[in-house]
């Protein structure tokens, strides 16, 4: 079984500061890919990194896939209050979006 | 260009029922995927369509069924309910079998 842990599982910041949001696994997987949540409504995609040492930015987000494609990383620059939610990451296997591997979550309180 | 919507939005069940929810997939969009949301969980893979077709399940047990019509939207049907069905179901269509998931907002389950 796969299994993707992330961490913090919740993480509570003051707005400007920046922060990490972790993502690993002990399965090898041949796409991740991150997405936000907000209350009353479904995930919506933000990246998927596919390289093994893959790095893509998204204005002040910038995401990271290890080089074994076993983990990865989103890092928030100078957080601001929008970016409250909860953020999810997802490995798909060697078959694409057959099925996604969702991890546990990492919900993001941005204070004002 | 309309989005996947899912309907009833939240319904209230009791042990023992059935239920059947409903997914309009993206225009476009040919493949159908659900996934149950525990509270404070990542979304859990149930099973996908494709062109009407099984392409793919997850570990949930065979009370869980689905189906997809020619339009390609979607039913996802639960019997014999148990109280850990309480969840978040989200319905995401892919415009092919390894595209990009669209998330509808998702049908909020509770079973008394």
């Known amino acids: 079984t796969q299994l993707l842990e992330q961490s913090p599982q919740f993480l509570s910041i003051q707005e400007g500061e920046n922060l990490t949001v972790y993502c690993n696994s002990s399965?090898?997987?041949?796409?991740l890919q991150w997405y936000r949540q907000e209350p009353g409504e479904g995930p919506v995609l933000l990246v998927t990194?596919?390289?093994?040492?893959e790095v893509k930015k998204l204005k002040r987000l910038t995401f990271q896939f290890g080089d074994a494609r076993k983990d990865s990383s989103l890092h928030i620059t100078a957080a601001q209050p929008g970016d409250t939610g909860l953020y999810l990451c997802?490995?798909?296997?060697?078959?694409?979006?057959?099925?996604?591997?969702f991890g546990t979550g990492t919900r993001l309180t941005i204070i004002p | 260009e309309t989005g996947v919507t899912q309907s009833p939005t939240h319904l209230i069940k009791t042990r023992g029922q059935q239920v059947t929810l409903r997914c309009s997939s993206q225009s476009g969009h040919n493949t159908v995927s659900w996934y149950q949301q525990a509270l404070g969980q990542g979304p859990q893979f149930i099973f996908q369509?494709?062109?009407?077709?099984?392409?793919g399940r997850g570990n949930f047990p065979p009370r869980f069924s689905g189906l997809q019509f020619p339009n390609y939207s979607s039913e996802l049907n639960v019997n014999a309910l148990e109280l850990d069905d309480s969840a978040l179901y989200l319905c995401a269509s892919s415009p092919i079998r390894t595209g990009e998931l669209f998330f509808g907002e998702g049908s909020r389950l509770t079973v008394l």
């Open positions: 369509y494709y062109r009407e077709e099984e392409n």
């Open positions: 399965s090898v997987f041949s796409s």
């Open positions: 990194v596919v390289t093994g040492g």
């Open positions: 997802a490995g798909a296997g060697r078959h694409g979006n057959e099925k996604l591997t």
